[in-house]
């Protein structure tokens, strides 16, 4: 099953607009963050932060020069600390229209969970 999937990631253009989509998924928990709780909350700061810190630390991981491969525990943990950062704030000022993004947003980050393993070669 993962065969094809984890043959795609030789091609760089693909790795490239994965992991800018991800990436894209991150900036997004951010600002459901913020438009719950406001831009200057401690949550969107967290949430922006950890954020920024993901793209840096898969920069730095994917480098061949870079951090070595034990440094994708760390982004992985933060693939799933910016949900629940977001869903908190969502659940401290609910709203339809907030709910429905988080789960979308959710959806999302199953999906790039599974890029995750496959890029890091942390899966069974």
């Given at each position: 099953m993962f065969e094809w999937f984890s043959k795609q990631f030789t091609?760089?253009?693909?790795?490239?607009?994965?992991?800018?989509?991800?990436?894209l998924s991150y900036f997004l928990y951010a600002a459901l963050t913020a438009a719950a709780v406001g831009v200057r909350s401690r949550l969107t700061a967290l949430s922006l932060g950890l954020s920024v810190l993901s793209v840096v630390?898969?920069?730095l991981t994917l480098h061949p020069s870079g951090l070595p491969n034990s440094a994708s525990?760390?982004?992985?943990?933060?693939?799933f600390i910016l949900p629940v950062v977001a869903g908190y704030a969502?659940?401290?000022?609910?709203?339809?229209?907030?709910?429905i993004g988080?789960?979308?947003l959710l959806v999302s980050t199953f999906f790039?969970?599974?890029?995750?393993?496959?890029l890091y070669g942390e899966g069974p």
């Amino acid at each position: 099953m993962f065969e094809w999937f984890s043959k795609q990631f030789t091609n760089p253009e693909i790795v490239a607009l994965v992991l800018g989509a991800r990436f894209l998924s991150y900036f997004l928990y951010a600002a459901l963050t913020a438009a719950a709780v406001g831009v200057r909350s401690r949550l969107t700061a967290l949430s922006l932060g950890l954020s920024v810190l993901s793209v840096v630390l898969t920069v730095l991981t994917l480098h061949p020069s870079g951090l070595p491969n034990s440094a994708s525990y760390i982004d992985i943990l933060i693939h799933f600390i910016l949900p629940v950062v977001a869903g908190y704030a969502v659940y401290a000022q609910p709203s339809n229209r907030r709910w429905i993004g988080f789960s979308l947003l959710l959806v999302s980050t199953f999906f790039f969970l599974t890029v995750l393993l496959v890029l890091y070669g942390e899966g069974p």
